[in-house]
């Protein structure tokens, strides 16, 4: 009865963890991101809408970004952190056709793969660097925290709040 007690209350402890916590930056992040960086870049030449095309110094980038999370509380990590990062980024040429597809990622992705006058935040720069990656900072000694990030204080929420605001305006 104790043993059933015992694992019990270790399982409502891992699930209120779970919870409130995520898995921790993605192993990788750096060389992940400045290798997609140069693999948009590269692919971009070609792309189907002039205003996806990009040159820019991937790791000033990869700084920028690193700079906005990194050795801070997530609890304190906002847009403006971000700022730098987004500047970089930020092109006058303006994103006719994008398309938001809250919780209807496949379809809305099907259909801009067919119909080239449409585009998801995935198809620009931002969203394809960032995109299935985890970060959040920390105190170890590359800054980052690699064991979990907090789900109540997200600091990937102020970055893709403004990448799709950036979508938005442009």
Sequence with gaps: MCRHLVVYILLVLASLYRSTHSAGTTPGIKEVFIGRCWQYQSISEHNKLPELKVNINCTKLWL????????????????????????MLHTS???????FWSGLHDLVTDFTFINDDYIVLEDTLTGYLL?????????????????????????????????????RVR
Excluded: H, Q
């Design 64 to 87: 920028a970004f690193y700079d906005s999370f990194a050795f801070k509380d997530p609890c304190t990590v906002g847009v403006d952190d971000y700022k730098t990062f987004f500047d």
């Design 93 to 99: 040429r303006k994103i006719k056709n994008a398309l």
């Design 131 to 167: 995109n299935n990656l985890n970060w959040c900072g920390g105190t170890d000694a590359d800054g980052l925290n690699s064991t979990s990030c907090s789900k109540t204080c997200n600091v990937m929420t102020p970055a893709w709040t403004l990448a799709s605001s950036e979508v």
